[in-house]
């Protein structure tokens, strides 16, 4: 199962879509932007079924 977290592209700032699994801990991934095609690193903390927490680093 997975959720999506919206978000705005660290270089860009375009809105970006990113499926996450949802499975509970951290998820750590590599997304590139729709837009500018630049990778952005995103981590996730799940608690319960649901996502607690996120950022974004470049």
Do not use: Y
Not at 35 to 52: K, T
């Amino acid at each position: 199962m997975h959720s999506f977290i919206e978000l705005e592209c660290p270089f860009c700032g375009a809105e970006c879509v990113v499926p996450v699994d949802m499975v509970e801990g951290v998820a750590e991934l590599v997304s590139d932007c729709e837009n500018c095609c630049r990778p952005f690193r995103l981590r996730a903390c799940m608690e319960q079924g649901e996502i607690s927490d996120w950022s974004v680093d470049i």
